[in-house]
C-alpha cells in the first residue's frame, strides 16, 4: 500500500489476506482503507484475479484494484508508504518488484514490511537492504513484527 502526501494513495502488494489454501478476503487492504478514511485513496495491487474480485467485493469507496506482479501504473515518488505484510517471500522476481516500490516511494516514504511464517526476519531484511533500502524501525505487533525501512 502507498499514501502520498496530498491525497493519501494507498496500492497493496499482495491485497487479499491469504490463506494457505485459498486467495485472500482482502482484510489487509480493509484495514488500511480504514485507517487512510474517506480522503485517502487505497490502490490494491494483487497477481491473482480472485484476490482482486475479493477486494472488489468489499465495496470500499476509496479502493482501486490493480491486477499485476510488479507494475504499479504510479508516477515516481508519488507515495509516502508501501505496505507489503506477508507477500515478499512470493515475490517472483523480487528485485524488480521492490525496484518498483522504490521507484514509486517519494523520498521521505517508507516500505513498511513483515515476512510473517514465510520468510526469517534475517531474510527479509537481507532481502530489502539489498534494494537499496535501509532498516529504520522495528515495530512490534500483537501478531507480528512490521519492519520499516526508508530508501
Known amino acids: 500500500w502507498f499514501w502520498t502526501t496530498d491525497v ?3 496500492p497493496a502488494l499482495g ?6 489454501a485459498t486467495t ?26 480472485l ?14 484494484t490493480v ?3 510488479c507494475d504499479t501504473g504510479l508516477p515516481d515518488a508519488s507515495a509516502d ?15 524488480n518488484q521492490l525496484r518498483e516500490i522504490r521507484r514509486v516511494l517519494n523520498d521521505a516514504g517508507v516500505l513498511a ?3 510473517g511464517e514465510h520468510m526469517s526476519v534475517m531474510s527479509l531484511v537481507a532481502l530489502v537492504r539489498q534494494a537499496g533500502f535501509e532498516l529504520c524501525q522495528r515495530n512490534k505487533g500483537q501478531h507480528r513484527n512490521v519492519y520499516l525501512f526508508r530508501k
Open 51 to 64: 484476490a482482486i474480485k475479493s477486494v472488489k467485493a468489499l465495496g470500499l469507496r476509496n479502493v482501486t
Open 113 to 115: 514490511a513483515c515476512g
Open 24 to 49: 485472500g478476503t482482502g482484510s489487509y487492504t480493509a484495514e488500511i482503507s480504514s485507517l487512510v478514511g474517506p480522503q485517502g485513496r487505497v490502490i490494491a495491487l494483487d497477481i491473482h484475479p
Open 67 to 69: 491486477l499485476s506482479a
Open 8 to 10: 493519501v494513495r494507498v
Open 15 to 20: 491485497c487479499a489476506n491469504q490463506s494457505r
Open 81 to 95: 508508504v508501501v505496505v507489503a505484510l506477508d507477500v515478499l517471500h512470493a515475490f517472483v522476481r523480487p528485485a
